[in-house]
Structures are given as structure tokens and as C-alpha cells.
């Protein structure tokens, strides 16, 4: 039996809550698959913080190097006056996640956004606007202003730097056309060239690789102000969207409207030798420990770590069936359903196929 090494970084409030839901339903689909996980929980977090004085504890960064991938629920404190919001910028929680980032490499941040056919009814748009949208947010993730020099916090001045080189505007947006090639053929590229250098640079760059290396694959361009308009008054104009790291951070909780809730978004960032597979929405205090949490963000986070970290891409598609059928059948409270983050991952497992052929 194949077994993978899954680094696992349950994180703070409803990240653990999310992420057992998600490993249940993997060791489901395994026994189904005939594959098997080692599965190590490792600190992380404003948690790991506090027991360790280190969001990303030494022996956290040695661990998701040596697995064959990692599966993250979400970290953080509540928005607002907290202890964690309180520390210098290096013990921040937040700061834990990017250098997880960085540390596994993983420049290209998948984002994909789908409104399952019959699910058009869970969108707070109209059915026919929702109907149809599948489309893959990719978002450069190691660089831009998140991670620019200098960035200061003093008491006269406050300054984040926007800076990418060319080498990484080049490998996202062949990310982003090798995907598109793979899809509906189409790139949108999303940046602000109209007003900031970076974000002109960025454009001249894609546009460099697109006539270079994929001249068959469609390519157009929208600012970020008019592409977060767009996309919830049109979402199945797109197919792949390319963009910098905050202006991508921003359009996917927004694009998390068009399905119906932040909780149903997976990610997966990809570009190093292990992959970083969470949700897109973060450790939710306001409903931690309530059992209301959507587990559906991680658990097709984990259908898509079994389909890039695994080269399983029957089980994800098998996964995947299951959730859609799971939402059909009665959602969770945040789209207006009765199941709790329990019951969703019984329904979930209970929808998988029940046994499958062998396979190598
Ligand atoms: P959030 O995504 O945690 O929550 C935003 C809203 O969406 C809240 O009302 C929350 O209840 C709801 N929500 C989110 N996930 C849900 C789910 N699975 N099921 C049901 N409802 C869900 O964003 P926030 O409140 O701005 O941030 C809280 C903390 O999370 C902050 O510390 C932030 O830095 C952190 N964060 C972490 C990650 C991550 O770990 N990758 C991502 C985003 C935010
Ligand atoms: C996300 C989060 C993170 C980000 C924060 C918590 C560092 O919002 O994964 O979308 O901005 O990348
Ligand atoms: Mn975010």
C-alpha cells in the first residue's frame, strides 16, 4: 500500500476543528483507495507562539521539509485588540505563515473558485449569474509588498515596499498559461499599471512570456479595482486570473461570495518540492469551538493536496464528487444550511464511493 507523509499545521480557533474534519475524510478516502497517510501534527500558530515563543517553531520548519506535503488549517487571533495582534512583527502569527511561504517556496498560490452545477441556489447572486463559474485565482505568493524592503512601523512614519523581480513575475505567469492551456485557453492578467511602476513592470512581464512561449493561450488585462467589480457581476467571463500577492488576497475572499462562503475556498501552493495545502479563509474566532465551521475549505484543500501532493487525482475527483453531493443535500450554517462541522464531514464521507478497484 502506497503511504504519503502529511505534515499537518492545525494552527489556532476553528483551524483544528477544520483540519480533523479533513484528515477523517482522508483516511476515508484511503481505506477506499487503497492508500494509507502518516500523519504528524506539528506547533504552529499564535499557539505554537505562546508554547514556544515562535509561531513557526524550529522543529515545525524541519518537519514540512521532510513530508510529501503539508496541510494547514488556518492561524491567527481575533481582528482587533489581542495579545497576538500586540507582539513585534517577527513573533506575529501572520509572520509564521509567510515564512512558511517562503520557506517551502511555493510561489504559486492556486485559488480556484467553482460553483458546483445545482449549487447556483447557495450564491447571495442570482443563479444565472453564478451559474457556471469555475475559475483559478492564481496568486504569486513569496514576494510583492508582503515581503518588500524596507517596511517599518515607527512612530512618525509607516512604509511597505511593492517589489518583483523579474524572474518571479515570469514563473507565475507561466504558471498561470501552462494552467489556462490546461482549461479554458483564457488568462486575465489583474494588476495597477495604470498608476504603480511595479504593477506596469509586472504587465510588460506577462506579456513578454505570453508572446514568447504562449502565444495561443488568450490573453487580456484589467485593473484591480474593475476586476473585483467583474468578478461578482460576471464571474464566467474568467478562466485563469494572474496576479500580485495582495491584489490576489483580496479577490479571492471576494470571489468566495460567488459559491456562497468564505468556507467552501481550498488552495494550493505550489512551485517547491512540497506543497502547502489550506483553506483561503483564516481561524475564524467569532465561531471557534462552536462546531459550526465549514470544513468544505479544507477538505477540498486536501482533495487537491491528494491530486498535486499525491498524484491522486481519481481519489480528489472522487472527493470532490462527494462534496458537492454533501452540499446538495444540506450545507453548513454559514450558506444557510443545518450541518454542523461534524455532520458535514459524516456526509461527506458517507457520499464517497464505497469501494473502488484496486489501484497501483
Ligand atoms: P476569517 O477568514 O477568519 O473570517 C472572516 C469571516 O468568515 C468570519 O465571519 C468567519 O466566521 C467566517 N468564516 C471563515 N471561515 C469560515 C468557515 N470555515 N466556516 C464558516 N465561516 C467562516 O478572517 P478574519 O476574521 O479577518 O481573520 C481572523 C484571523 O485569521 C486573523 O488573525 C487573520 O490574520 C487570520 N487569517 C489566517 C489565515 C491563514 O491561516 N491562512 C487566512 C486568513 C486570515
Ligand atoms: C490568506 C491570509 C494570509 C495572507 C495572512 C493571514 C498572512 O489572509 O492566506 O489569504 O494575507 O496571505
Ligand atoms: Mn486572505
Known amino acids: 500500500m502506497k503511504r504519503a507523509r502529511i505534515a499537518v499545521l492545525p494552527g489556532d480557533f476553528i483551524g483544528p476543528e477544520v483540519i480533523e474534519s479533513a484528515l477523517e475524510v482522508l483516511d476515508a478516502v484511503g481505506s477506499r483507495f487503497n492508500f494509507a497517510f502518516d500523519v504528524e501534527r506539528l506547533p504552529f500558530g499564535g499557539t505554537a507562539t505562546e508554547s514556544h515563543g515562535d509561531p513557526l517553531p524550529e522543529e515545525t520548519q524541519a518537519a514540512v521539509l521532510e513530508a510529501d506535503a503539508v496541510l494547514m488549517g488556518s492561524a491567527g487571533g481575533p481582528v482587533g485588540d489581542h495579545p497576538w495582534n500586540r507582539l513585534p512583527r517577527e513573533k506575529r502569527v501572520e509572520t509564521g505563515i509567510l515564512k512558511l511561504r517562503r520557506l517551502l517556496k511555493v510561489f504559486a498560490n492556486l485559488r480556484p473558485v467553482t460553483v458546483f452545477p ?16 469555475d475559475l483559478l485565482i492564481i496568486r504569486e505568493l513569496t514576494g510583492g509588498i508582503y515581503f518588500g524592503k524596507p517596511a517599518h512601523n515607527r512612530p ?14 515570469e514563473r507565475i505567469a507561466r504558471v498561470a498559461f501552462e494552467s489556462a492551456q490546461l482549461r479554458g485557453g483564457k488568462v486575465t492578467n489583474v494588476d495597477k499599471a495604470n498608476v504603480l511602476d511595479v504593477s506596469q ?46 491584489f490576489g488576497d483580496i479577490l479571492s475572499d471576494l470571489a468566495a461570495v460567488i459559491p456562497g462562503s468564505l468556507g467552501l475556498l481550498p488552495s494550493a501552493s505550489l512551485g517547491g518540492e ?63 444550511g443545518g450541518r454542523g462541522t461534524a455532520e458535514m464531514t459524516r456526509a461527506v464521507i458517507a457520499a464517497l464511493p464505497e469501494s473502488v478497484v484496486a489501484h497501483s
Open 274 to 336: 512540497v506543497g502547502l495545502f489550506e483553506p483561503v479563509h483564516g481561524s475564524a474566532p467569532d465561531i471557534a469551538g462552536l462546531g459550526l465551521a465549514n470544513p468544505v475549505g479544507t477538505i477540498l484543500s486536501a482533495a487537491m493536496l491528494l491530486r498535486f501532493g499525491c498524484g491522486q487525482s481519481e481519489a480528489a475527483d472522487a472527493l470532490e464528487s462527494a462534496v458537492q453531493r454533501a452540499l446538495a443535500d444540506d450545507p453548513p450554517p454559514d450558506l444557510g
Open 201 to 246: 513592470f509586472w504587465r510588460d512581464v506577462v506579456v513578454g512570456i505570453h508572446q514568447a512561449e504562449f502565444p495561443q493561450v488568450s490573453l487580456d488585462h484589467l485593473y484591480i479595482d474593475n476586476a473585483a467589480m467583474q468578478v461578482v457581476r460576471d464571474p464566467s467571463q474568467f478562466d485563469v486570473i494572474v496576479t500580485g500577492n495582495i
Open 156 to 169: 512618525d512614519q509607516g512604509l511597505a515596499t511593492m517589489v518583483y523581480e523579474r524572474h518571479e513575475v
Open 118 to 133: 445545482g449549487l447556483e441556489h447557495l450564491s447571495p447572486l442570482r443563479e444565472e449569474l453564478a451559474r457556471g463559474t
